[in-house]
């Protein structure tokens, strides 16, 4: 008899729509229930920042609450060196251009299912991530890395809350310094800005632009002559002004007076032609 040919099955991952991959997740090894992560290469091309570099960053959706950045670091560095991970409630655009707060002064993270942002430092550790077989659970808590849940993850998570007052102080000082350093290189920019000005033969200042907001003064002789010579006359105008409203005024006066003097002489007139009997009203 010929011998039989045995079929040897390929492990496979799975694809869904989309270009997703499936990566399988299981919380310890002993646990029957499994939770899906849903990934693929992170391709946007509006997005330019060093922070998530197209060809290395994994995006994954379906992050389950109890998985901590630590957590989704251990898990991936299996098929790499990790740089950084990012999780956030909803996808979006990268956040860390501003100045970096600490910990101490950030909001409270809300707690539910997050998308995260891999970054490796190999573009061959997203496609080792998209190719895991779907058979082959990724497991959270290990003996060697236990991951506490429930009443030791509260307490836990009570115990790092509470701030130590010299950790508090040495925080607020460190972020006092950079805040005071990047008011004085502003401080400095504007003043080499202000420097560039320069003035030609007619008095004219040429403005270099600024940051926005920020307004151009001139500082030259025949600058300031010409803001007085503005100055004084606006001040003739106003004594002008001033000088024909006390005269209108006056002119009322003397209307009112005239009208007086009449009304007194019409009472007059009328006592006279009463007295006499030739007052006919009617």
């Keep these: 008899m010929a011998p039989s040919k045995k079929k040897h099955a390929t492990k496979q991952a799975c694809v869904i729509p989309e270009g997703f991959a499936v990566l399988p997740l299981q919380f310890s090894p002993d646990s029957a229930a499994r939770h899906s992560l849903y990934v693929k290469e992170h391709k946007v091309r509006a ?15 379906n992050i389950p609450p109890y998985c901590s950045r630590s957590v989704i670091k251990d898990l991936f560095s299996q098929f790499g060196v990790v740089a950084s991970v990012e999780l956030r409630d909803v996808p979006g655009s990268s956040q860390e251009s501003g100045p970096k707060l600490s910990k101490i002064f950030r909001p409270a993270a809300k707690q539910g299912f997050k998308v995260g942002y891999i970054v490796f430092e190999s573009s061959s550790s997203v496609a080792a991530a998209k190719s895991h077989p779907h058979d082959e659970p990724l497991v959270v808590s290990t003996e060697q890395k236990p991951v506490k849940t429930g009443v030791q993850k ?17 925080t607020v000082d460190s972020f006092m310094q950079d805040y005071d350093k990047r008011q004085e290189e502003e401080a400095e920019r504007q003043r080499q800005e202000a420097e560039k000005q320069q003035e030609d033969e007619e008095g004219w200042v040429k403005v270099t632009r600024g940051h926005k907001g920020a307004k151009a003064r001139p500082h030259s002789e025949a600058a300031n002559q010409r803001t007085l010579q503005r100055e004084a006359r606006k001040k003739r105008k106003k004594e002008l002004m001033n000088f024909y409203t006390w005269q209108h005024k006056n002119t009322q006066k003397e209307h009112i007076a005239e009208l007086r003097r009449k009304f007194e002489e019409d009472k007059q007139r009328i006592a006279l032609m009463r007295a006499q009997r030739k007052f006919k009203p009617y």
Excluded: A
């Design 154 to 170: 509260w307490i836990q998570q009570y115990t790092k809350s509470i701030i130590h007052p010299d950790k508090l102080q040495q």
């Design 47 to 61: 997005e330019k920042t060093s922070y998530r570099p197209l060809d290395r960053t994994l995006f994954v959706l």
